[in-house]
T-cell receptor, first 117, second 116 residues
Framework: DTAVSQTPKYLVTQMGNDKSIKCEQNLGHDTMYWYKQDSKKFLKIMFSYNNKELIINETVPNRFSPKSPDKAHLNLHINSLELGDSAVYFC????????????????FGQGTRLTVV | AQKITQTQPGMFVQEKEAVTLDCTYDTSDPSYGLFWYKQPSSGEMIFLIYQGSYDQQNATEGRYSLNFQKARKSANLVISASQLGDSAMYFCAMRADSGGYNKLIFGAGTRLAVHP
């Protein structure tokens, strides 16, 4: 049983297209995240949702729009893809109650390698 | 501002030897957690070990141990008896309580190569 699964694993698309990445977790976690890993392997948080509510929104272009239909799912939609969007996108989840706890590890999906050509 | 620094872009170690991967952090929050993750060439992120800011003892998980020096703000990962399968990227991360929700912030990573 995969704990955090994201699809697709690979995505190759042309500039200007719109694409979505889906993520699901079966761990019963209340918080989900999107991270971006660039070509230098640097990982940076993009968004975080807690119980379907957006709680962290880093300085990400508004072409990126996350959606959380329920606390087990967090999707990422990207409009008007640009070459610089090429990266690996990781979904992750964790259990945050009580709020602000610092001892909770995040579980990551396998990553989606997005290539914009 | 919260920050994680990993100063070793690459390290190599002989199989069966021990290796230390460095991590320093910066935060003004009194409560925080430090994590190490492993990313093999297959790409997944694997949680290895956790250390809390109030923990009195260094964390250990099998061959992994964390050398936590709070005054120096360092949280080095020690891998004992290295195996070929330990070759991977290793990321140090921190979660700090900002009075509400928090986030994991990552260092730049260290690429470890284990040689036979």
């Amino acid at each position: 049983d995969t704990a955090v699964s994201q699809t697709p694993k690979y995505l190759v698309t042309q500039m200007g297209n719109d694409k979505s990445i889906k993520c699901e977790q079966n761990l019963g976690h209340d918080t989900m995240y999107w991270y971006k890993q660039d070509s230098k392997k640097f990982l940076k948080i993009m968004f975080s949702y807690n119980n379907k509510e957006l709680i962290i929104n880093e300085t990400v272009p508004n072409r990126f729009s996350p959606k959380s239909p329920d606390k087990a799912h967090l999707n990422l939609h990207i409009n008007s893809l640009e070459l610089g969007d090429s990266a690996v996108y990781f979904c992750a989840s964790s259990y945050e109650e009580p709020r602000g706890r610092t001892n909770t590890e995040a579980f990551f999906g396998q990553g989606t390698r997005l290539t914009v050509v | 501002a919260q920050k994680i620094t990993q100063t070793q872009p690459g390290m190599f170690v002989q199989e069966k030897e021990a290796v230390t991967l460095d991590c320093t952090y910066d935060t003004s929050d009194p409560s925080y957690g430090l994590f190490w993750y492993k990313q093999p060439s297959s790409g997944e992120m694997i949680f290895l070990i956790y250390q809390g800011s109030y923990d009195q003892q260094n964390a250990t998980e099998g061959r992994y141990s964390l050398n936590f020096q709070k005054a120096r703000k360092s949280a080095n990962l020690v891998i004992s008896a290295s195996q070929l399968g330990d070759s991977a990227m290793y990321f140090c991360a921190m979660r700090a309580d900002s009075g509400g929700y928090n986030k994991l912030i990552f260092g730049a990573g260290t690429r470890l190569a284990v040689h036979p």
